[in-house]
C-alpha cells in the first residue's frame, strides 16, 4: 500500500508518464467517463479506462499494475474515437499492461498475456507466426488431455483450413521463416536495448 | 393647458382598412362621437403624403390633438411623431381587421369594433395633454463611480474616454482593489495557457494623469440626494473633511469580500496557520517576491497543496453560498500554476465536484493546467486534521470510496460575496419577508425587522430617498434588476451597479460590465438633461404629477414605487422626482384618491376610453370585453398575434397599459358598472423570476386584483369576471385564446345585468 504523502500525488503519475508508452496523456484526462461508457467489454473490466486513469492519479501503483483490467482491452478503439480529449486510451492501455509485464506484476495466468507469450515466442523462432504450432500450443496450454479434447472440437475447422490451404500439416516439421532469423534476433535485441535504456528506475 | 383644445382626427384607409371597414362611418363616429373638430381620411397615412397632411393641420391649423386610426402604436413610429401636440392612435389594422375574418355575417360586429376603438382613441385624445419637460434638472455630464477596484477604474476610464468627467470614490487609501492584492491574473490572450501580470498599476497610473477623472481616496459617501441630472453628493473623507459635488449619473462598482472561512470548522480553518482561503494565497504568492511560496506555520518551502473547491458554496446548508461564485475553479487553476512556477516540483492536487471553467480562457487553460501537472481529482472534501502535515479526507468520487491525503498546504476556494449596503425592502420583500402563505403578527414583524437592522452592514450610498439607503436587492445580496433585458439597471434610476457587486464574475467580465454600466449612466445623465426617462419607456417625457388638494397623505404611493423615486416633502405630501421615476404609473394604480396622472396617462386617459366604448342592450347578446394588456409584452404579443392572423373574439376592447401595476381599480369598478361583461388584465411574470418590465407593477397588481372579489360580491357579480393573467411576449397563440376563453366563460354564466 502506498502511504498517505504519495497519495493523490505525482509519483506515480510521472513513473507512468516516463515508463508508460502514451503514458503522457494520462495527466490530461478530464474524467467524463465516455471512454468506460463506451467500452463494449467494460462490464468484464474491474476498473474501466477512467478508474485506472484516476488510480494512477491516486498513487495506487500496485493495485493497476496487478490489475487484469488493461489486459482486458481487444483493441476495438471505440475509446479512441469517443475521447473528447483525444488520449490515445487503447495505446494506454497496452502500455500499461506491457509495462506491468515488464516489472512482472502482471497478473499470472490472465489467458491475454499467455496467448500474447505464445505468440511472441512462435514469432522469434522463425521470424514468421507457425500457425499450426500457434494452434496446438494453444490446445496444449492447459494439459495433454484437454488438448485432446479441444483439438477433437475443432477437427472440422482444421481440415477445412487444410484443404484451403490456409494451414499446412507439414509445418509441424518446421516450417517457413524469414531470410535471416538470426538477423531478426538482433533487430529484436538492439531495440529491447534501447527500450530498457528509456526505462527510469521509481522503485 | 390653457389654450383651446383643437382636436384633429385622421383615419387610414390603406392596408386593406378600407376595404374591409366602411371609412365613412368611421369618420362619422369621429367627428359626431369622439367631438373631433375635424377628420379626414387618406388612403395612406404613414406616407409622406399622409405624413405632410397631419403636419399641415397641426402647421397650419393649429391642430393641438390629434387622432390617428391607422395600425397599432407599436407600428409606423417613426412616420407618426408628432411631439408638439397630444397623439393618440386607433387600431384599426393589428386591433380589428387582422384578427376578424373577412366574412359578410362578420362585418357588422367588426365595423362596431372599430368604432368603438375610435371613440376610444378620441376620448383618449380628449383627456390628454402634451408631454413636455419637467426641467426639474438641466444636463450635468459628470459620472460618480463608487468603488477604485478594477470595475470601478474601468468605469471611470470609460467615462472619461468618452469625455464625461468623473468623480471616483474609493474607500481604502489606493487605487486596486483586490487585484492589487493579487500575485498574477487569468490569462486574457490566446493561447490562455499561464498566468499573466495585471494591468492595475498602468490603470492607476493613466487614471492619475488624467485630468477629466477626479479621485477621492480614504473616502465615503456621507449623502447622496437628489436624482439623475442634478445627484448632490457629500464625500466624507477618513481624516473628516468633507466635501460636495454634483452629477449626472452613478456607476455603482463596490466589489464583493470573499466568503468567511471562518463558518467552515471541518476544513480546520481556524485550528491551522496552513488551511488559507484562496484570496490569501495570492498574498503568500506575491510576498515569495519571486522565490518559493513559503508555508505560514513554519516557512517552509511548499512542497504539496491541496485545493478544496466549493469550499462554503454551491451549498444547500444554511450559512453557506447557495451559488457558485463562477470563477473559483479557474484561480485555484491558476494558483496551482504559481506553484508549479515558483516552488520546482510541487505536487498540487485540486480536490473539485464540478469544475467549471467558463470564459475565454477556461478550457484552454484547464488544459494548461492539466499540462502543467496539476493533478485533478474529482472528490468531496469532508474534512481537513491539522497537523504538521494536514491531512486532506474526501470521498474520491470517480473511485467511489473514502480517501485521504496528505500536504503541506490547504487552499479553500471561497466564494464571493456582494458588497452591497443595507436592502431597502429586506423585511417586506427581501429575504426577511414573509414566505408565501405565512402570517404575522405585529410582533414578529417587528422582531423581523429587528433582526434586519442586525445583520444589516453599512450603507454604501447613503441616498436620501424615502426608500432606504441603497439598491434594493434581488437574492443572496446581489441587487436587483431586469437582469434579461436591463441587466445595468438597478431599480434606482440613474444608479447603476457593476462588476461583482451585481453578480459573481472575473475579472475580465468585470471590465465589459464597467464599460456597458457607465455606458448606462452616460445615457442617464443625457436623459435626465432631456427631461426623458430611462428604459424601457426611454425618451417618455410624460412624468407623474398629482392634485395636492385631493391628496390624503396616505403614502401608497411613497412605498409602492418600485424604484424609490418619491419622497416627501415637509409637509408630508408626496415629492415626485422626475428623473428617478420610470414612468410606470405603478403610484397612479396605487392611488385610492386618484389624484396621481401623466400628461398622456391617467385615470381619464383609460377610464374616458372604458366609458366611451358602446354597451349594447342584454337582448342584443352582444358582450364586451375589457383587456387590460401590458404594453411591455401582453399588447406586443397581441400585436403579433394579429400579425400572424390569429383571430380575437370580437366582444374585446383592448387597452394598452403602461404596466399592470398602473392599474387602477377605479377602471374595474367602472367598467363592471358600466355593464362589460369580463375583464381580463395581462401582465407580466412576477416572483422571484419576474419579468415586470418594472420589477413590481405586475405583483402589485396581482395584489391589489386579489381584493377585487369584494367588489364583485358587492356588486352580485360572479368572481370569474374578472381575471388577472401572466402573459410573455412570446404567447401569440394564448394570449388571444385567454380573451377567447372569456367570452366562452361569458357564454356559460350569461351577460352582466348591469347594462343600461
Known amino acids: 500500500?502506498?502511504?498517505?504523502?504519495?497519495?493523490?500525488?505525482?509519483?506515480?503519475?510521472?513513473?507512468?508518464?516516463?515508463?508508460?508508452?502514451?503514458?503522457?496523456?494520462?495527466?490530461?484526462?478530464?474524467?467524463?467517463?465516455?471512454?468506460?461508457?463506451?467500452?463494449?467489454?467494460?462490464?468484464?473490466?474491474?476498473?474501466?479506462?477512467?478508474?485506472?486513469?484516476?488510480m494512477i492519479r491516486a498513487g495506487k501503483r500496485e493495485e493497476v499494475l496487478t490489475s487484469d483490467s488493461m489486459w482486458m482491452c481487444t483493441s476495438c478503439y471505440n475509446c479512441i474515437a469517443r475521447c473528447p480529449r483525444g488520449l490515445p486510451i487503447t495505446h494506454i492501455m497496452h502500455g500499461l499492461a506491457t509495462y506491468a509485464k515488464r516489472l512482472g506484476l502482471a497478473p499470472k495466468n490472465q489467458p491475454t498475456q499467455g496467448f500474447s507469450q505464445l505468440f511472441w515466442d512462435n514469432l522469434m523462432k522463425k521470424g514468421r507466426v507457425n500457425e499450426l504450432k500457434m494452434g496446438l500450443s494453444m490446445y496444449f496450454k492447459d494439459g495433454f488431455a484437454q488438448g485432446v479434447k479441444n483439438a477433437m472440437a475443432n477437427?472440422?475447422?482444421?481440415?477445412?483450413?487444410?484443404?484451403a490451404k490456409r494451414m499446412n500439416a507439414m509445418e509441424i516439421m518446421g516450417g517457413h521463416g524469414v531470410k535471416s532469423p538470426g538477423d531478426l534476433a538482433k533487430i529484436i535485441k538492439k531495440a529491447q536495448e534501447i527500450e530498457d535504456g528509456k526505462i527510469q528506475d521509481f522503485s | 393647458m390653457a389654450e383651446e383644445k383643437k382636436m384633429a382626427g385622421f383615419v387610414c384607409t390603406g392596408c386593406g382598412i378600407g376595404e374591409r371597414l366602411d371609412a365613412g362611418q368611421l369618420e362619422t363616429t369621429a367627428t359626431r362621437d369622439g367631438k373631433m373638430n375635424t377628420c379626414v381620411q387618406h388612403d395612406m397615412l404613414c406616407s409622406k403624403e399622409g405624413v405632410q397632411v397631419i403636419r399641415d393641420t397641426i402647421d397650419n391649423d393649429g391642430a393641438t390633438h390629434v387622432m390617428i386610426a391607422a395600425c397599432s402604436r407599436r407600428a409606423k413610429?417613426?412616420?407618426?411623431?408628432?411631439?408638439?401636440?397630444?397623439?393618440?392612435?386607433?387600431?384599426?389594422?393589428?386591433?380589428?381587421?387582422?384578427?376578424?375574418?373577412?366574412?359578410?355575417?362578420?362585418?357588422?360586429?367588426?365595423?362596431?369594433?372599430a368604432d368603438d376603438y375610435i371613440r376610444m382613441a378620441c376620448a383618449e385624445a380628449k383627456f390628454s395633454t402634451k408631454p413636455s419637460k419637467s426641467g426639474e434638472q438641466e444636463l450635468n455630464k459628470t459620472i460618480m463611480v463608487v468603488g477604485g477596484g478594477i470595475t470601478g477604474m474601468t468605469a471611470a476610464m470609460e467615462a472619461a474616454a468618452a469625455g464625461y468627467p468623473v468623480q471616483l470614490i474609493e474607500k481604502s487609501g489606493a487605487l486596486g482593489g483586490r487585484i492589487a492584492e493579487y500575485y498574477k491574473v487569468l490569462p486574457t490572450r490566446s493561447p490562455y495557457a499561464t498566468p499573466q501580470e495585471s494591468s492595475i498599476a498602468e490603470m492607476a497610473a493613466a487614471i492619475e494623469a488624467d485630468d477629466k477623472i477626479t479621485v477621492h481616496l480614504n473616502s465615503t459617501l456621507a449623502q447622496t440626494s437628489g436624482a439623475p441630472g442634478r445627484f448632490s453628493v457629500d464625500v466624507a473623507t477618513e481624516s473628516g473633511s468633507t466635501s460636495n459635488f454634483t452629477c449626472g449619473a452613478i456607476a455603482q462598482a463596490t466589489g464583493f469580500t470573499p466568503f468567511d472561512a471562518n463558518k467552515l470548522p471541518e476544513f480546520g480553518y481556524d485550528k491551522s496557520a496552513d488551511v488559507v482561503t484562496n484570496h490569501e494565497l495570492e498574498a503568500l504568492a506575491k510576498a515569495a517576491n519571486g522565490g518559493p511560496i513559503k508555508r505560514p506555520s513554519d516557512g517552509k518551502e511548499i512542497t504539496s497543496v491541496a485545493f478544496v473547491q466549493n469550499a462554503g458554496q454551491c451549498s444547500d446548508e444554511e450559512n453557506k453560498l447557495a451559488y457558485f461564485s463562477g470563477v473559483t475553479d479557474l484561480v485555484s487553476i491558476k494558483q496551482a500554476m504559481y506553484f508549479k512556477e515558483l516552488n520546482g516540483d510541487c505536487d498540487t492536487t485540486i480536490l473539485f465536484n464540478n469544475l467549471r471553467t467558463p470564459g475565454a480562457a477556461g478550457e484552454d487553460f484547464y488544459r494548461a493546467g492539466q499540462e502543467a501537472m496539476v493533478l485533478f481529482s474529482k472528490g468531496i472534501v469532508s474534512e481537513v486534521v491539522p497537523g504538521d502535515s494536514l491531512t486532506v479526507k474526501f470521498k474520491d468520487m470517480i473511485l467511489n470510496e473514502d480517501a485521504e491525503m496528505d500536504c503541506d498546504l490547504v487552499v479553500l476556494a471561497v466564494g464571493m460575496e456582494p458588497n452591497s449596503g443595507p436592502d431597502p425592502y429586506y423585511a417586506t420583500e427581501g429575504a426577511g419577508a414573509p414566505q408565501e402563505g405565512e402570517e404575522l403578527t405585529d410582533e414578529e414583524k417587528e422582531e423581523r425587522a429587528a433582526a434586519a437592522n442586525e445583520?444589516?452592514?453599512?450603507?454604501?450610498?447613503?441616498?436620501?430617498?424615502?426608500?432606504?439607503?441603497?439598491?434594493?436587492?434581488?437574492?443572496?445580496?446581489?441587487?436587483?434588476?431586469?437582469?434579461?433585458?436591463?441587466?445595468?439597471?438597478?431599480?434606482?434610476t440613474g444608479i447603476y451597479a457593476a462588476g461583482p457587486v451585481r453578480r459573481p464574475m472575473d475579472i475580465q467580465q468585470a471590465r465589459d460590465d464597467a464599460a456597458g454600466a457607465t455606458m448606462k449612466a452616460i445615457q442617464a445623465a443625457e436623459n435626465a438633461g432631456k427631461g426623458m426617462a430611462a428604459h424601457p419607456r426611454a425618451g417618455d417625457l410624460s412624468y407623474p404629477s398629482f392634485r395636492k388638494e385631493g391628496c390624503t397623505q396616505c403614502k401608497r404611493c411613497t412605498v409602492e414605487c418600485p424604484f424609490g423615486a418619491i419622497n416627501e416633502d415637509e409637509k408630508r405630501y408626496p415629492l415626485f422626482n422626475e428623473a428617478r421615476c420610470r414612468r410606470c404609473g405603478t403610484c397612479m394604480g396605487a392611488c385610492p384618491v386618484r389624484v396621481i396622472s401623466f400628461e398622456n396617462y391617467s385615470i381619464d386617459t383609460v377610464g374616458q376610453q372604458i366609458k366611451n366604448v358602446e354597451i349594447p342592450e342584454e337582448w342584443d347578446e352582444k358582450p364586451r370585453i375589457l383587456v387590460l394588456a401590458c404594453e411591455n409584452d401582453a399588447y406586443p404579443a397581441l400585436d403579433q398575434a394579429a400579425m400572424n392572423g390569429v383571430e380575437i373574439n370580437p366582444w374585446a376592447r383592448v387597452i394598452p397599459v403602461r404596466c399592470l401595476g398602473s392599474v387602477s381599480l377605479s377602471w374595474i369598478t367602472d367598467s363592471l358598472n358600466n355593464g362589460y361583461d369580463g375583464i381580463v388584465l395581462m401582465g407580466c411574470q412576477r416572483g422571484e423570476d419576474y419579468q415586470c418590465h418594472f420589477v413590481r407593477g405586475s405583483a402589485m397588481a396581482a395584489e391589489r386584483m386579489s381584493k377585487v372579489g369584494d367588489t364583485l360580491q358587492t356588486l352580485n357579480l360572479e368572481p370569474e369576471r374578472v381575471v388577472v393573467h401572466e402573459v410573455a411576449i412570446t404567447d401569440i397563440e394564448r394570449a388571444p385564446k385567454l380573451i377567447n376563453d372569456m367570452a366562452e366563460t361569458i357564454e356559460k354564466i350569461g351577460m352582466s345585468p348591469f347594462k343600461f
Not at chain 2, 450603507?459 to 436591463?486: A, M, W
Request: hydrophobic fraction near 35%; aromatic fraction near 10%; charge should be negative.
Open chain 1, 155 to 163: 477437427q472440422k475447422l482444421g481440415q477445412n483450413m487444410m484443404k
Open chain 2, 455 to 492: 445583520v444589516s452592514v453599512d450603507s454604501i450610498l447613503n441616498l436620501d430617498y424615502r426608500q432606504g439607503t441603497d439598491l434594493p436587492q434581488l437574492k443572496y445580496g446581489f441587487n436587483d434588476s431586469h437582469f434579461i433585458c436591463f441587466p445595468y439597471e438597478t431599480r434606482r
Open chain 1, 1 to 54: 500500500m502506498s502511504t498517505n504523502s504519495q497519495k493523490y500525488r505525482n509519483s506515480f503519475l510521472k513513473e507512468v508518464e516516463a515508463n508508460v508508452e502514451e503514458g503522457e496523456w494520462v495527466k490530461m484526462c478530464m474524467q467524463c467517463g465516455v471512454c468506460a461508457g463506451s467500452c463494449p467489454l467494460g462490464k468484464h473490466w474491474d476498473h474501466p479506462p477512467q478508474e485506472i486513469f484516476m
Open chain 2, 77 to 113: 413610429v417613426e412616420a407618426f411623431n408628432f411631439p408638439e401636440v397630444a397623439m393618440t392612435r386607433a387600431n384599426l389594422r393589428e386591433g380589428v381587421i387582422w384578427v376578424r375574418p373577412d366574412t359578410d355575417e362578420n362585418k357588422e360586429t367588426t365595423q362596431e369594433m
